[in-house]
């Protein structure tokens, strides 16, 4: 692909850098550890951010570079690198974009930093044992208590529940309107939360946590609530199109080095007196692998811009997270499948296999992100029918 025709050459040279960064830390040599030994790649992202490379979503005037297209870039890269060290960003990403969009100066000022400099990692608490897709379901309540609200409740398969800094939690706090209407959004600092448990997702995942939390009586300054009182719902569905792109921006970088694969194994290997990568049999699936991952890409890239230039993009964001999680399934497989019984023991395309049959269910299954996109085009159709 043609990335200079995509990007500024502002963006090329953050993503030079960036490059640059992975190559000297020997990401790639960290991932193939952690898969052996499993292990959180918290000192690496600490370096990340200590060498002025995290964030560039942020204002330039808490360190970034005002660009979700760059915050993009660095899901991009961090997926291509080192698949458990993109797992930190991502939801650390989600939370530092959110408190720069919704936070108070004192919020920001409080957080920002420490996230852009990779002191502290974030995390984004949704989802409950009762409420998966339908997250109007929750029941995680924040009573006012003096100059506190406690919080009393449990969030499951929250990624890097158990291991991050800060928490965005989303909590109700008048239940006698819809949900829509009763729920608020609450930075929580650890210590305080309670780990039921790190789930073992697919027979393991390696270098990342996945959690089941609880609250019980945590007490949360009143000053740490997230954009105003009751103001839960509208801070979630901003929230959401920003983690969706990131998280398909991510995939995107999942799936790099795995088609890479695909065409290296497909060109050494031979049967039958030549290379497998003769046999159409072979080929095409490298044709259909790279089509769908360039298809997801522009995709992803398209919805930042338009996110970047203020539309809410809830449409593209939920295309961007389809495209690429189908794209990046599609290549596991398929890698998987040229690399014949290698495939099914070896690092790292059984691992990628595993997670890309993971990636269609976070951040809204890919059910839900159908369902956004049609109910977007019948309600654009229906507008377009009354003009
Ligand atoms: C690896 C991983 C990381 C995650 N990280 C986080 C995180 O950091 N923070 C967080 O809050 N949550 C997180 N989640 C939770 C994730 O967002 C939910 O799992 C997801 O939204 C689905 O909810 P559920 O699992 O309860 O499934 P359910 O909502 O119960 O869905 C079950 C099935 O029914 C289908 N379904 C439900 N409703 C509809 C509908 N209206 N139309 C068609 N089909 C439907 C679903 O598509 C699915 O196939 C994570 C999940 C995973 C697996």
Known sequence: MEDELLFSTEESKYRAELRDFLLRTDAKGVERDIY?????????????GEAGLLAPVLPSEYGGMGSLTCEAILAEELGAACVPLAWIHSTSSYVYATIARFGTEEQKDRFLDAMRTGAKTGAIAITEPEAGSDVMRIKTRADPNGDSYVLNGEKRNITNGSKADIIIVWALTNTEVEPA????????????????????LLGGFPGTVNSHLKFDGLCVPKENI??????GARILFAELAIERVLYAAMLIGEARPIIE????????????????????????????????????????YHTTRLLDA???????????????????????HNTLQIMGGRGLSEYPVEWAFRMARLSMIPAGTNEIMRYIVQREVYKAKARKNKE
Do not use: C
């Open 36 to 48: 052996e030994r499993d292990y959180y790649p918290r000192a690496l992202y600490k370096e990340l």
């Open 181 to 200: 209407r009763g729920m608020s959004a609450y930075i929580v600092e650890q210590p305080g939360v309670i780990v039921l448990e790190d789930y073992k």
């Open 226 to 231: 997230l954009g105003g009182l009751n103001e």
């Open 261 to 300: 694969l695909a065409l290296d194994y497909s060109m050494q290997r031979e049967q039958f007196g030549t290379t497998i990568s003769r046999f159409e049999a072979v080929n095409f699936k490298v044709a259909d692998m790279v089509t769908k991952l360039e298809a997801a890409r522009l995709m992803v």
């Open 310 to 332: 203020g539309y809410s993009a809830e449409k593209e964001s939920a295309m961007s997270k389809l495209l690429a999680s189908e794209a990046f399934y599609e290549a596991a």
